[in-house]
């Protein structure tokens, strides 16, 4: 752009400025709205690095509005936003022909596709086509913005670490606002699932968010030098790191305490070299050993009859209470319920989005606990893995396991196998927020949701960048390893 244009696009603005201000406080709504998508139509066609971050900046203060009584529900501003975005960046590929061939082939991208090819060829059979047109819509955009423009935006291997302060930046308000609130309640666990709305639904989405940014905060600070050369940011980087941290202990979210852990683990193997395909037989044989001996350690874990608490040792313990924690034996109700309906259609499933609506026929009355439903209102099935196979069948839950399966392989070749230090430690702060979703995954499910979707896709879209654009780079930081 000009100086000249800069200039034009500039007062422009500030007269459209003047002029929208004045329309408001006149309660004329509708132009402010006109100009706003004319502006958003400019940013799409000259500068969608700039949108991408828009967008970004605007998630963590999204809100819902939810019209139960219409049975409509929607995220603004993000909603719009993504959709129109998303039928500019098709439009744009038909009309030019033109797609990057690399990131179109990427193992990644195949999987990602045929996620969502299959999820779309389900909506025929769902058992509510409406609602499983809605869901896919919901996650193709997302992928569309977040994955396919994020790995074009990612090709500038710094604009992955900017997407994650840019992301940070309002995150860091939404929790401490949270905290002001909580700390009016005196930090009760009572309240600790409303206290972060209307910028956040429930606590189990925060925990997820926060735990994806700890994992990202935690490697930029401990890896600064390479990251950046100015002195006063390691300080800014500390104060972030404990705020988020204090706000994830007051989020009271097991599930996101679990998947840090998870992660740290995760961290340990990666510094003992340990390769994907080692990787692989060290879940399996949990897993068989789970299978084994599933009894006797379901008999261990009903011992435990520690509820959930404001005391913090105490929350700990619940963790593993399936006796009378209600959170712990509603999960295991809705998985119940999966398994079954999941019998009922194991090739096709139910539709994609439609277990909320499905399942409650089948409840069994002695499985049921005090906060069970029959509205399909309280949350959906609990679990990433579960979702997919009562939705969309054997086919969509074999690919969407491939899918993380890749995410895997690829993140962890380069970390360990990376050819210069920027890949390996971006790559590293990319795969431990992933993993702390991906286990977080086994108890809640929230890909629809566009805090946590969003930093999903991008993620996704920075390690396919990072592999296909940056990993033979030459830098002056090729002998580094993890430390």
Known sequence: MTAVNKKIFWITGLGFG????????????IFPLISAGLLLTYLAFFNLEF??????????????????????????????????????????????????????????????????????????????????????????WFVTVFY???????????????????YITPLAFVCLYTLVRHAS?????????????????????????????L????????????????????????????HFGIAMIFSYTRAAWLSLAAAAGFFVLLRLKVNFFSLIFMMTTLLLGFIIFQDRILLELKQNETDSSTKLDKHVQSISNIKTDASNLERLNRWACALRMFKER?????????????????????EKTIISTNAGDVGGVHSEYLGPLVETGVPG???????????????????LEGKNAGTRFTALYLLLGL?????????????????????FWASLGGIAALDIYHDKEDQKNDAKEIR
């Open 185 to 213: 309640y005196f930090f009760s666990h009572m309240v600790s699932s409303e206290v972060m709305q209307p910028f956040i639904e429930n606590h189990a989405i925060y925990g997820a968010v926060l735990a994806i940014i």
């Open 435 to 455: 993993i702390t979703y991906l286990s977080h995954g086994f108890l809640n499910n929230y890909l629809d949701i566009d805090k946590t979707a969003s930093l």
């Open 215 to 242: 994992c990202f905060l935690a490697v930029y600070l401990f890896q600064i030098r390479l990251f950046s050369q100015k002195p006063l940011l390691i300080i800014i980087v500390g104060i972030l790191f404990i």
């Open 51 to 140: 949108l991408f971050f828009l967008i970004t900046f605007v998630t963590p203060l999204s809100i819902l509005f939810d019209y139960k009584e219409l049975g409509v529900s929607f995220t603004l501003p993000t909603e719009p936003i993504l959709f129109g975005l998303m039928i500019f960046y098709w439009l744009k590929v038909i009309i030019s022909g033109h797609i990057e061939r690399k990131l179109l082939l990427h193992p990644l991208t195949v999987f990602i596709g045929l996620h969502l090819a299959w999820m779309g060829l389900t909506i025929i059979s769902s058992s509510d086509p409406l609602v499983s047109f809605k869901f896919f819509l919901s996650n193709f």
């Open 397 to 415: 839950f074999l690919i969407f396991i491939a899918m993380v399966l890749t995410i895997l392989r690829r993140g962890m070749r380069l970390i």
């Open 18 to 29: 003047l002029l929208n201000g004045l329309l408001i406080a006149k309660e004329l709504y």
């Open 148 to 166: 396919m423009i994020g790995a074009e935006v990612f090709k500038k291997r710094d604009n992955i670490q900017k997407f994650f302060w840019v």
């Open 346 to 366: 194991p090739f096709l499933g139910w539709g994609p989005g439609t277990y909320p609506k499905k399942y409650a026929p089948f409840q069994k009355p002695h």
